[in-house]
């Protein structure tokens, strides 16, 4: 469709990417505020986090369109399969708790590394954004480290944050997937760190954020690298549109009320 | 650089501006530190540009609407407001006056004397230093909680930088 066509370029996608991961968290933690945190201040939490993520991805998605209408259309008229949103981004287990502090943390850590890169090389309005994106995420970064050091003093607790570990881990390596981190950093004035040093950072990054909980990595760079083609050859390949049906059937429904009247507005 | 729209001077506008109350807090646009540039486009349109305290407040297309309604009273028939994707906004910005005013509401923010404390905030009820955050989320995006060790009263503050953002700007710039 039309907006395939205009997002073609090396800078077009890496602003999409971006974009579609924090559209999507943001609006899994949405969809949890007000019934889900154990106590008021978790939910008040929660949807701060979550408006942070709604935000930027209205910023991103605003770079990309011109105006409010044609980023309504861009993001309710897509088909899922043309959502980049990366595996870890679109990973969701809402009734477990340490899934979703361990998924807030890993991916608080992917998102400031690519903040961080933009902001290291970018001048102008990316450099600006990407340093809109650290202030917010460092705080949720210091949420869910929070959340994981209370989870680790049971045993129970530490049984279920390594149980999301395995599955959540091996994800990250999908995160910085595809040519666009090759180019866009560059497009967008920034350096351009492959998808290899990027890997590395994060194994390294997250890997001391476990560390200081206690917590082992399930694995190193070369082998998120290696899950990232395990996944690609079960069909799982987010920068690709090949999504999860649990992700599929998210987005369907989050986007069924435009869908049955693009002309609809709230209030 | 803009000099005048009709009889509309550069000042007015930013007299009127001013006068824009941010719909959560009580304060006005101008002092929150939120107006980055008033300028004049090709087309003769008078254009206002502000930058979000925080990307997802929900509050900005009222604060549009409030900024073009109050420049239409001005006289100014076709302004447009452009929400900036950056700088970071952060209390600093609040003006003196600002800062005030937010104390007299209870909360606090930009305070450069409340650096000393632990937690970066002064109490705005009993003015000491000895207190605590609560809580890192508030209940607006770009507020967060405090407890006061000497009153007792709990009282917001507006959201500060984390830690990250500071040590990133204490690196060198790649475009120096």
């Not at chain 1, 149980?163 to 994800?171: E, F, K, S, V």
């Not at chain 1, 950072?201 to 395990?230: F, H, I, M, V």
């Not at chain 1, 799982?236 to 599929?248: A, D, I, K, T, Y």
């Not at chain 2, 000393?116 to 607006?140: I, N």
Request: hydrophobic share 40%; aromatic share 6%.
């Amino acid at each position: 469709m039309a907006t395939q066509a205009a997002v073609a370029t090396p800078e077009r996608t890496f602003i999409l990417d971006w974009a579609d991961d924090a559209y999507v968290v943001g609006h899994q933690l949405a969809s949890v505020t007000g019934h889900y945190g154990p106590d008021l201040e978790e939910n008040l939490a929660l949807g701060s986090m979550a408006q942070d993520h709604l935000g930027h991805a209205r910023a991103l998605y605003r770079w990309l369109a011109p105006t409010d209408e044609q980023v309504d259309r861009l993001v309710f008229l897509r088909e899922p399969s043309e959502y980049r949103t990366s595996l870890l981004a679109g990973a969701w287990e809402p009734g477990n708790w340490a899934f979703v502090a361990v998924k807030g943390l890993l991916y608080a850590d992917a998102e400031l590394l690519r903040a961080e890169a933009v902001w290291q090389g970018g001048r102008g309005t990316p450099r600006e954004f990407a340093e809109v994106v650290l202030r917010d995420d460092a705080v949720h970064r210091d949420h869910w480290r929070q959340w994981l050091g209370l989870l680790g003093r049971s045993a129970d607790g530490t049984a279920r944050v390594a149980d999301a570990l395995r599955h959540l881990w091996p994800l990250a390596g999908e995160f910085f997937h595809g040519s666009a981190w090759r180019e866009a950093p560059a497009a967008i004035g920034g350096p351009t760190p492959t998808a290899d040093e990027l890997r590395r950072r994060w194994a390294e990054r997250a890997g001391s954020d476990l560390g200081t909980l206690g917590l082992d990595s399930p694995s190193d760079a070369d082998g998120l690298a290696l899950e990232a083609d395990r996944l690609a050859e079960r069909g799982l390949c987010g920068r690709l549109g090949r999504h999860s049906p649990e992700l599929v059937r998210m987005l369907d429904e989050a986007h069924a009320i435009f869908k049955s009247d693009p002309s609809v507005r709230w209030g | 650089m803009m000099d005048a729209v009709g009889a509309v001077t550069q000042q007015d506008v930013w007299r009127a501006l001013a006068e824009v109350e941010d719909p959560e807090l009580p304060i006005g646009i101008v002092d929150l530190g939120i107006v980055e540039a008033v300028s004049m486009g090709a087309n003769g349109r008078l254009v206002v540009e502000l930058i979000p305290t925080f990307s997802g407040c929900p509050a900005l297309e009222v604060i549009r609407e409030r900024v073009i309604s109050r420049l239409r009273e001005l006289g100014v028939a076709d302004a447009e407001v452009r929400w900036k994707l950056g700088p970071a906004w952060d209390p600093g910005r609040i003006s003196a006056a600002g800062r005030a005013q937010l104390r007299e509401h209870g909360i606090t923010g930009g305070d450069p004397a409340a650096a000393a404390a632990r937690s970066g905030a002064r109490c705005p009820f009993c003015d000491s230093d000895d207190t605590e955050r609560a809580s890192g989320f508030g209940p607006a995006l770009c507020r967060v909680v405090y407890r006061c060790r000497c009153c007792r009263n709990v009282f917001e503050g507006m959201k500060r930088p984390g830690t990250l953002i500071r040590l990133a700007n204490a690196a060198p710039r790649a475009d120096q």
